[in-house]
């Protein structure tokens, strides 16, 4: 647990200092930015390292009512699986939800992919992401 909080604010960090002064028409000083990239990255990250059930620790209520971590696996099966994070982008914000594109490293490449936030006690969770769809 120590590791994926080290990680996740390390990723936040990282994710600030590198989203300042960004060209994709986001505004790079909104502080929601830095967190969506934090969560993120550190999900990425640990779902590199460890496999997609550890992308439970990082999603919302509601997203872990549809897709419980027993079944991320498996509904995870067909995504690509990711060597690491590359990039955040088109950032776009409604309320207390979000959606943002990353960039993720593959052994075949990058690839973007969209996931969907929440604000969940005052943290942004992950809402849904490719794959979520084959869960129940």
Known sequence: MRFGVATAVLGILLTVVACSGDDDGNDGDDPRRGEIGGVAEAAVGAHASAGPEVLADYMSSGALARCPK?????????????????????????????????????????????????????????ADMPGMENCG
């Open 70 to 126: 027993e079944q991320l696996q498996v509904a995870l099966a067909g995504e690509p699986k990711p060597t690491g994070f590359k990039q955040l982008k088109d950032v776009a914000f409604d309320g207390d939800t979000a959606s943002a594109t990353i960039t993720i490293s593959t052994r075949d490449g990058e690839r973007d992919i969209k996931w969907k936030y929440v604000e969940e006690d005052g943290n942004w969770r992950i």
